[in-house]
Nanobody
Framework: QVQLVESGGGLVQAGGSLRLSCATS????????MGWFRQAPGKEREFVAF????????QYADSVKGRFTISRDNAKNTVYLQMNSLKPEDTAAYYC???????????????WGQGTQVTVSS
């Protein structure tokens, strides 16, 4: 079993930055592709970013491209989401997930964290 724990969320003003972390434990000998998703109140959960096992392939939702950066440190079993130029519409609960069959399809991810709240004030 794999456990994912997100951290780094909080309240920030528009234009500010936050860095989310997703620490992985359990089958640490296996390095999984990882994704970040978010869910705003009253909306469906949506894809934010993806990173493959060695960080050589990264993909982003159009809404965050150029502002967010996904990265990973496999020695620390941690994936990061650096969020810059935050907007009020980025307000959501952010979730990391691991082991997808289809990188953009949240239903194919095997493991999920509990989420961390990001609130961006205008």
């Amino acid at each position: 079993q794999v456990q994912l724990v997100e951290s780094g969320g909080g309240l920030v003003q528009a234009g500010g930055s936050l860095r989310l972390s997703c620490a992985t434990s359990g089958r640490t000998g296996t390095i999984y592709p990882m994704g970040w998703f978010r869910q705003a109140p009253g909306k469906e959960r949506e894809f934010v970013a993806f990173i493959n096992w060695d960080g050589g392939n990264k993909q982003y939702a159009d809404s965050v491209k150029g502002r967010f950066t996904i990265s990973r440190d496999n020695a620390k079993n941690t994936v990061y989401l650096q969020m810059n130029s935050l907007k009020p519409e980025d307000t959501a609960a952010y979730y990391c997930a691991a082991r997808p069959k289809l990188r953009f399809d949240q239903t194919t991810y095997s493991y999920w964290g509990q989420g961390t709240q990001v609130t961006v004030s205008s």
